[in-house]
Nanobody, 123 residues
Framework: QVQLVESGGGLVQAGGSLRLSCAASGRTFSNIVMAWFRQAPGKEREFVATINRSGGSIIYANSVQGRFTISRENAKNTVYLQMNSLRPEDTAVYYC????????????????WGQGTQVTVSS
């Protein structure tokens, strides 16, 4: 099992930017597929982006393609989510998650989760 701790959330105006970080411990980070999900009040948890072990392959949800960038630094055991051109509909709790398998978007495929960080975008 891997332990995950997110940081970097906050309140930002529409059109602004935030960078989320997720620090991992407990397993060899370079062996883990990482992803970001989000959950807005009253809605199901939603896939945002995933990155493979080396960082060479990435998948984005259509809703964030071109605005968000996922990246990782294996030497720092950290995955990031750079969020630009934020919209009020991006408001949610953002979670990082870890999986042994690449290319999956279903939350049930991810075995480890952080506690979440709140992102609020005002209009």
């Amino acid at each position: 099992q891997v332990q995950l701790v997110e940081s970097g959330g906050g309140l930002v105006q529409a059109g602004g930017s935030l960078r989320l970080s997720c620090a991992a411990s407990g397993r060899t980070f370079s062996n883990i597929v990482m992803a970001w999900f989000r959950q807005a009040p009253g809605k199901e948890r939603e896939f945002v982006a995933t990155i493979n072990r080396s960082g060479g392959s990435i998948i984005y949800a259509n809703s964030v393609q071109g605005r968000f960038t996922i990246s990782r630094e294996n030497a720092k055991n950290t995955v990031y989510l750079q969020m630009n051109s934020l919209r009020p509909e991006d408001t949610a709790v953002y979670y990082c998650a870890a999986s042994a398998h690449w290319g999956l978007r279903n939350p049930t495929a991810f075995s480890s989760w952080g506690q979440g960080t709140q992102v609020t975008v005002s209009s």
